[in-house]
């Protein structure tokens, strides 16, 4: 410290020192009769003022939990992080990328000016030119080629507000359902499981869950390295209380080895294992039949819905009401004994898995993030599970949990909530009228001008840029040309002569490299925003830096645009105070009992808020008439978000995978992260701690395989698949272990596109990528 | 002039009847645990007997269960 | 005959009762999947307090430990794995297992500390042992190089000896106490930087005399004695 008595400077009364003493030593006393007594607040208070830090709270900007951190200022600069023991989602705990998220700030190359690409040069220029450039580039693309060739692509990185602006700027001014996000890419199967089986998005539990259930099931996620503070949670409900928890993976990682018990499954069969426990529930009568008698109904949909991997590919499932003899007649196919032969699982760990469920005294929380949602059978996976739960009325109720967790900060809070996805409203879908009329009201725009018809979801949007459908794309906080499966596709089409692409980012990217103009962005808490994290909670975080040099937030970029383009009327937000007044319009649209958001001045008192938010209270477990105002039909289960109150328990099959191995490419290739890097790793990356420790990717393989392949650890590794090849380190019995025939790339590392050569199918229903199956040739180079 | 710091245990279900008595003594501050029934007093007076004559009417609350003191100081 | 007939139909009834009661609660027990939460009414924090006293019954035995002087850690290099003062510290040494979260593996050096050969060191005691993810927080260093360069400024640690109030007063803490409330684990101890290590390890109640110094929240001035206005 430079001045070391200046903490005395508020200590010139002697008397109210002693005053201290006496109250600390009255704590301490106290602290050692009543160990984890907490003065919290009147401690903090009594504190002398220091010279040092500057403590603000804002959620972590990395992953979806959520985690509430504590950013240290000093003299204008973010300095250091520690976790907020006030907020209920980490209870003071980060990991390593929520302590050193600040560094993000700071990276030597940060993008402070904007870029416009002249006779294929980069020129330095201002933002008030730059932005004049992009609004005319998208009139003069609206004049030649109409509203439809004009796109917005987004992400779960998006603020609240940045996202809002987006869609009001396109859906509602513009007139194009062109809005997408990468949340497309990571949570659209999570949002469909959840529209087919209840009829309205997001959890209904919440963190607190993990504090009351007795059994955890990670359905094929690896939260020890992806969602490591509630794990930690999970850990310390094992030491508190011996909690289970039960890895169902298809690869050996650290959440296997911590875990009570690993299970292993060949991929895609998650969908084969899911119906036998449904089957040994029934068979053995466990199912809580008066709870699925008055809560659910029985459907079926359609089948051999295909993968998507042709261009304009549509598809619309078509339901049908069964009887519960239909669905256990369904069943008769899925038998422990004879999943056992698809899946690779033994009959006996199905059964083991389906006891806990059974077991009316077991409180059980099912877990999963990207292994079911990046699935080929995304939505249907998602269903299954559901059904576990609503067979055995194991839902809803604290402990009693099936929980999607999410990657991005805000992809519940902006992509689900505020909609940026084309088919969708912050309130409802563009296919329906009053949906339509209601938003344009709010929006103050005609409601002719919002399309009755979604256009591209993300895979089809940039398919449609490749083609020349759209000629003008603005990419905002995110990397598609890291994250697009068969990437190579895509990143030729975004070249092409004719396309025009604005990237807002922070750093070069390989995104800022396909672009013709390139916005410097203010990240974080370098701007005022609010994230929405996987339990509804929706949180604000006010400005603490300068953002550096001409750098400005998305959601002011898309206002000037906006205002340029001449929608002063509907973008009429001051400089000052846009936020606030953005999330107040905002609020208008969720402004009922079933998704009512808490008003800002609370989000700025305390740590973040669930929805919905009624009479001053968050609503913890929704669907449960204990805990939620909005239940109305006077039973204790009122699923409101299906016309008739029930959820639906849907009749889904297994299907394979869209590329299965054969002799030619016969390994599987699964993608995905770890836990020093998050997402493409553009920002973790530049976060010298976190570099040094994981550099670089590399392809896992089974020790089997390799001592076959004579491949050693370091060693180059050619993968060849349909779409190309590429060379990577090989890593053996490291980080994780692929079960055999199978290999796995994390898909950080933009100077190994793992992505060039994935497969570009996805889940007819949610039009979401599976980037964790496709065949691939294995050889020593 | 007297300061001293006490742990206040109130009766069962009686610790916001007591959180208000105290705070409504003049020379007396009160910091209530958040998490157990457990207060800490701090008292601030001028004299010896103004001291003593606030402890008797802290000790005639109701709702105290016991009072312990931890740390005493006198500034004269 | 009247009496064992009684007799017996008494446990007839009996038995049936039983089966009555016992299917019935059965019945009721799988209809009915749901266990009545009891309403917790705080959230388990992670206690600022608690942690001062977690090292204490070996306050002693820090007291008769003799001085390694030839093995003692500085405060000069003590912050060179971290990437601010309070940030978790990287691992300067190689991993075993890459698959491992951590727990027994790192804590059979770090709860206790201790010598260790291969490095001529004093392994640094853990101020948190029970939580046992532990490469959630600290990650190995697998190279020196950077991906791109940073200019993050790294604020300057407290130093020593400049934080009491009067000559011989006892020291405020001068630092973030969040994940490290224990001091001894790291003010005691031969793995101890000697600049910090603290002359009296017997007398636990650390907090006692040393409070801490560091603004959580909004600093509200000087301290003000409210209920003036009650006549005395």
Redesign the interface.
Same mark, same amino acid.
């Given at each position: 410290?430079?001045k070391? *008595?200046n903490?005395?400077t508020?200590?010139?009364?002697?008397?109210?020192?002693?005053?201290?003493?006496?109250?600390?030593?009255?704590?301490?006393?106290?602290?050692?009769?009543?160990?984890?007594?907490?003065?919290?607040?009147?401690?903090?208070?009594?504190?002398?003022?220091?010279g040092?830090?500057?403590?603000k709270k804002a959620p972590c900007r990395f992953c979806g939990v959520g985690c509430g951190v504590?950013v240290?200022i000093?003299a204008g600069?973010a300095?250091?992080?520690?976790?907020d023991?006030?907020s209920?989602v980490n209870?003071? *705990?980060?990991?390593?990328k929520g302590?050193?998220s600040?560094?993000a *700030?700071?990276?030597?190359?940060?993008l402070t000016k904007p870029l416009v690409k002249k006779n294929g040069k980069y020129v330095e220029t201002s933002m008030e030119e730059a932005l004049d450039l992009v609004a005319s580039k998208m009139k003069e693309t609206i004049k030649d080629h109409g509203k439809d060739a004009v796109s917005i692509y987004g992400s779960g990185q998006w603020t609240i507000p940045d996202g809002y602006a987006a869609s009001k700027l396109f859906k509602g001014c513009i007139g194009t359902n062109n809005v997408e996000a990468n949340a497309r890419l990571c949570m659209a199967s999570a949002v469909t499981g959840f529209l087919t089986s209840f009829g309205i998005d997001e959890p209904m539990g919440c963190y607190?869950d993990i504090?009351?259930a007795d059994v955890f099931v990670l359905w094929g996620n690896n939260m020890?390295?992806m969602h490591?503070?509630l794990?930690?949670r999970l850990?310390d409900q094992r030491?508190k209380r011996g909690v289970k928890i039960i890895d169902f993976a298809t690869r050996?990682?650290?959440t296997s080895?911590?875990a009570d018990k690993s299970i292993l499954f060949l991929p895609q069969t998650d969908l084969a294992v899911a119906n036998a426990i449904c089957y040994e529930i029934i068979n053995n009568?466990?199912a809580?039949?008066?709870?699925y008698e008055k809560h659910c109904n029985f459907k079926k949909g359609l089948t051999n819905m295909g993968y998507g991997l042709e261009d304009n590919y549509a598809f619309k499932d078509k339901p049908e009401a069964i009887s519960f003899e239909d669905y256990k007649a369904f069943l008769e196919d899925y038998t422990p004994e004879k999943v056992e032969k698809i899946s690779g699982v033994s009959a006996k760990d199905i059964k083991y898995m389906a006891a806990y469920y059974g077991d009316?005294?077991k409180?059980v929380m099912s877990l999963w993030c990207m292994g079911m949602n990046q699935h080929s059978r995304g939505t249907w996976i998602n269903n299954l599970v559901y059904n576990i739960h609503l067979l055995?009325?194991?839902i809803s109720?604290?402990?009693?949990s099936p929980f999607s967790l999410t990657g991005q900060p805000s992809a519940c809070g902006t992509v689900r909530e505020v909609g940026t996805l084309t088919h969708k409203l912050p309130h409802g879908v563009v296919m329906n009228k009053a949906h339509r009329e209601f938003a344009a009201k709010i929006w103050d725009v005609p409601v002719e001008n919002i399309p009755a018809k979604p256009t591209y979801h993300t895979v089809e949007m940039f398919r449609a840029l490749d083609r020349g459908d759209i000629r003008f794309m603005w990419i905002q906080v995110t990397n598609p040309m890291v994250t697009m499966p068969k990437l190579k596709r895509y990143r030729d089409g975004a070249k092409k002569e004719g396309r025009f692409i604005v990237v807002s980012d922070i750093?070069p990217t390989p995104t800022t490299d396909i672009a013709d103009v390139i916005l410097p962005s203010a990240m974080w808490i370098e701007r005022e925003g609010l994230f929405g994290n996987s339990e509804r909670r929706t949180q604000h975080f006010e400005q603490m830096v300068e953002p550096p040099g001409e750098a400005m937030s998305d959601t002011w970029q898309l206002v000037e645009v906006a205002k340029r383009m001449g929608y002063e009327k509907q973008f009429y937000y001051n400089e000052d105070s846009h936020v606030e007044e953005i999330y107040t319009e905002y609020r208008r649209h969720h402004d009922n009992k079933k998704h009512n958001m808490a008003p800002l001045e609370v989000l700025k008192s305390q740590p973040g808020a669930m929805w919905p938010y009624v009479d001053g209270k968050s609503t913890k477990w929704r669907f449960n008439a204990k805990y939620d105002p909005a239940c109305s039909n006077g039973e204790d289960f009122h699923f409101y978000g299906k016309p008739d109150g029930k959820a639906i328990i849907w009749q889904r099959p297994y299907e394979p995978a869209a590329e299965e191995p054969d002799t030619e490419y016969p390994y599987w290739l699964n993608t995905g992260r770890v836990?020093?890097h998050w997402h493409t790793?553009s920002m973790t990356?530049?976060?010298?701690?976190?570099?040094?420790?994981?550099?670089h990717a590399y392809v896992e393989l089974n020790p089997g395989d390799a001592k076959r392949l004579q491949i050693r650890t370091g060693d180059k590794v050619k993968l060849t698949t349909r779409r190309g090849e590429i060379i990577l380190p090989a890593s053996i019995?490291?980080?994780?272990?692929p079960a055999p025939m199978q290999v796995f790339v994390p898909f950080f590392d933009e100077n190994m596109l793992i992505n060039d050569i994935t497969l570009d199918s996805f889940c007819p229903i949610s039009k979401e990528p599976d980037y964790k199956k496709c065949a691939v040739k294995v050889e020593k180079v | 002039m007297p300061i001293k710091s006490y742990l206040a245990h109130p009766h069962e279900g009686k610790k916001a009847h007591l959180i208000e008595a105290l705070k409504s003594l003049e020379y007396c501050e009160v910091i209530p645990a958040e998490n157990k029934d457990l207060l800490i007093v701090v008292t601030d007076t001028h004299t010896r007997e103004q001291e003593d004559h606030l402890k008797e009417k802290i000790e005639s609350i109701a709702s105290l269960k016991l009072l312990a003191m931890v740390s005493g100081f006198n500034t004269k | 005959m009247k009496k064992r007939l009684g007799i017996i139909s008494l446990f007839v009834l009996l038995f049936l009762a039983f089966i009555l009661v016992w299917n019935f609660s059965y019945q009721t027990g799988r209809e009915e999947a749901y266990v009545p939460i009891e309403n917790i009414t705080s959230i388990s924090l992670i206690p600022s307090e608690t942690g001062v006293f977690e090292r204490s019954e070996y306050a002693f035995d820090y007291v008769n430990m003799p001085v390694d002087e030839n093995h003692q850690r500085s405060l000069e290099t003590y912050y060179d794995n971290r990437a601010f003062h309070g940030a978790p510290p990287s691992i300067p040494h190689f991993v075993e297992d890459e698959r491992n979260m951590g727990g027994k593996a790192c804590l059979k050096c770090h709860e206790h500390g201790g010598f260790v050969e291969k490095f001529q060191a004093y392994s640094p005691v853990t101020p948190h042992p029970e939580m046992v993810n532990c490469r959630q927080c600290h990650v190995p260093q697998q190279t020196n190089s950077l991906f791109k360069g940073t200019n993050f400024h790294k604020v300057d640690a407290p130093e020593v000896g400049v934080n009491n109030a009067l000559q011989g007063s006892p020291p405020v803490v001068p630092h973030q106490i969040q994940m490290h409330e224990n001091c001894l684990s790291c003010h005691a101890g031969p793995s101890a930087p000697k600049e910090i290590r603290v002359t009296h390890p017997e007398r636990v109640n650390c907090r006692q005399c040393h409070v801490s110094n560091n603004k959580e929240m909004t600093d509200i001035g000087v301290f003000k004695r409210t209920n003036q206005d009650e006549a005395y």
């Amino acid at each position: 410290m430079n001045k070391p *008595l200046n903490m005395y400077t508020s200590l010139t009364n002697r008397r109210s020192f002693i005053k201290k003493m006496a109250i600390m030593s009255a704590m301490t006393a106290a602290a050692s009769m009543f160990p984890g007594i907490l003065f919290a607040d009147e401690q903090e208070r009594n504190l002398p003022k220091s010279g040092n830090l500057d403590w603000k709270k804002a959620p972590c900007r990395f992953c979806g939990v959520g985690c509430g951190v504590l950013v240290g200022i000093e003299a204008g600069k973010a300095v250091a992080v520690k976790g907020d023991p006030k907020s209920p989602v980490n209870k003071g *705990l980060c990991c390593v990328k929520g302590y050193h998220s600040v560094l993000a *700030l700071y990276g030597k190359d940060r993008l402070t000016k904007p870029l416009v690409k002249k006779n294929g040069k980069y020129v330095e220029t201002s933002m008030e030119e730059a932005l004049d450039l992009v609004a005319s580039k998208m009139k003069e693309t609206i004049k030649d080629h109409g509203k439809d060739a004009v796109s917005i692509y987004g992400s779960g990185q998006w603020t609240i507000p940045d996202g809002y602006a987006a869609s009001k700027l396109f859906k509602g001014c513009i007139g194009t359902n062109n809005v997408e996000a990468n949340a497309r890419l990571c949570m659209a199967s999570a949002v469909t499981g959840f529209l087919t089986s209840f009829g309205i998005d997001e959890p209904m539990g919440c963190y607190e869950d993990i504090d009351h259930a007795d059994v955890f099931v990670l359905w094929g996620n690896n939260m020890a390295e992806m969602h490591p503070v509630l794990f930690s949670r999970l850990l310390d409900q094992r030491l508190k209380r011996g909690v289970k928890i039960i890895d169902f993976a298809t690869r050996t990682t650290r959440t296997s080895m911590a875990a009570d018990k690993s299970i292993l499954f060949l991929p895609q069969t998650d969908l084969a294992v899911a119906n036998a426990i449904c089957y040994e529930i029934i068979n053995n009568g466990w199912a809580n039949k008066s709870f699925y008698e008055k809560h659910c109904n029985f459907k079926k949909g359609l089948t051999n819905m295909g993968y998507g991997l042709e261009d304009n590919y549509a598809f619309k499932d078509k339901p049908e009401a069964i009887s519960f003899e239909d669905y256990k007649a369904f069943l008769e196919d899925y038998t422990p004994e004879k999943v056992e032969k698809i899946s690779g699982v033994s009959a006996k760990d199905i059964k083991y898995m389906a006891a806990y469920y059974g077991d009316p005294n077991k409180k059980v929380m099912s877990l999963w993030c990207m292994g079911m949602n990046q699935h080929s059978r995304g939505t249907w996976i998602n269903n299954l599970v559901y059904n576990i739960h609503l067979l055995t009325g194991k839902i809803s109720t604290p402990g009693n949990s099936p929980f999607s967790l999410t990657g991005q900060p805000s992809a519940c809070g902006t992509v689900r909530e505020v909609g940026t996805l084309t088919h969708k409203l912050p309130h409802g879908v563009v296919m329906n009228k009053a949906h339509r009329e209601f938003a344009a009201k709010i929006w103050d725009v005609p409601v002719e001008n919002i399309p009755a018809k979604p256009t591209y979801h993300t895979v089809e949007m940039f398919r449609a840029l490749d083609r020349g459908d759209i000629r003008f794309m603005w990419i905002q906080v995110t990397n598609p040309m890291v994250t697009m499966p068969k990437l190579k596709r895509y990143r030729d089409g975004a070249k092409k002569e004719g396309r025009f692409i604005v990237v807002s980012d922070i750093y070069p990217t390989p995104t800022t490299d396909i672009a013709d103009v390139i916005l410097p962005s203010a990240m974080w808490i370098e701007r005022e925003g609010l994230f929405g994290n996987s339990e509804r909670r929706t949180q604000h975080f006010e400005q603490m830096v300068e953002p550096p040099g001409e750098a400005m937030s998305d959601t002011w970029q898309l206002v000037e645009v906006a205002k340029r383009m001449g929608y002063e009327k509907q973008f009429y937000y001051n400089e000052d105070s846009h936020v606030e007044e953005i999330y107040t319009e905002y609020r208008r649209h969720h402004d009922n009992k079933k998704h009512n958001m808490a008003p800002l001045e609370v989000l700025k008192s305390q740590p973040g808020a669930m929805w919905p938010y009624v009479d001053g209270k968050s609503t913890k477990w929704r669907f449960n008439a204990k805990y939620d105002p909005a239940c109305s039909n006077g039973e204790d289960f009122h699923f409101y978000g299906k016309p008739d109150g029930k959820a639906i328990i849907w009749q889904r099959p297994y299907e394979p995978a869209a590329e299965e191995p054969d002799t030619e490419y016969p390994y599987w290739l699964n993608t995905g992260r770890v836990v020093e890097h998050w997402h493409t790793g553009s920002m973790t990356r530049r976060i010298p701690v976190l570099h040094k420790a994981m550099p670089h990717a590399y392809v896992e393989l089974n020790p089997g395989d390799a001592k076959r392949l004579q491949i050693r650890t370091g060693d180059k590794v050619k993968l060849t698949t349909r779409r190309g090849e590429i060379i990577l380190p090989a890593s053996i019995n490291q980080r994780g272990v692929p079960a055999p025939m199978q290999v796995f790339v994390p898909f950080f590392d933009e100077n190994m596109l793992i992505n060039d050569i994935t497969l570009d199918s996805f889940c007819p229903i949610s039009k979401e990528p599976d980037y964790k199956k496709c065949a691939v040739k294995v050889e020593k180079v | 002039m007297p300061i001293k710091s006490y742990l206040a245990h109130p009766h069962e279900g009686k610790k916001a009847h007591l959180i208000e008595a105290l705070k409504s003594l003049e020379y007396c501050e009160v910091i209530p645990a958040e998490n157990k029934d457990l207060l800490i007093v701090v008292t601030d007076t001028h004299t010896r007997e103004q001291e003593d004559h606030l402890k008797e009417k802290i000790e005639s609350i109701a709702s105290l269960k016991l009072l312990a003191m931890v740390s005493g100081f006198n500034t004269k | 005959m009247k009496k064992r007939l009684g007799i017996i139909s008494l446990f007839v009834l009996l038995f049936l009762a039983f089966i009555l009661v016992w299917n019935f609660s059965y019945q009721t027990g799988r209809e009915e999947a749901y266990v009545p939460i009891e309403n917790i009414t705080s959230i388990s924090l992670i206690p600022s307090e608690t942690g001062v006293f977690e090292r204490s019954e070996y306050a002693f035995d820090y007291v008769n430990m003799p001085v390694d002087e030839n093995h003692q850690r500085s405060l000069e290099t003590y912050y060179d794995n971290r990437a601010f003062h309070g940030a978790p510290p990287s691992i300067p040494h190689f991993v075993e297992d890459e698959r491992n979260m951590g727990g027994k593996a790192c804590l059979k050096c770090h709860e206790h500390g201790g010598f260790v050969e291969k490095f001529q060191a004093y392994s640094p005691v853990t101020p948190h042992p029970e939580m046992v993810n532990c490469r959630q927080c600290h990650v190995p260093q697998q190279t020196n190089s950077l991906f791109k360069g940073t200019n993050f400024h790294k604020v300057d640690a407290p130093e020593v000896g400049v934080n009491n109030a009067l000559q011989g007063s006892p020291p405020v803490v001068p630092h973030q106490i969040q994940m490290h409330e224990n001091c001894l684990s790291c003010h005691a101890g031969p793995s101890a930087p000697k600049e910090i290590r603290v002359t009296h390890p017997e007398r636990v109640n650390c907090r006692q005399c040393h409070v801490s110094n560091n603004k959580e929240m909004t600093d509200i001035g000087v301290f003000k004695r409210t209920n003036q206005d009650e006549a005395y």
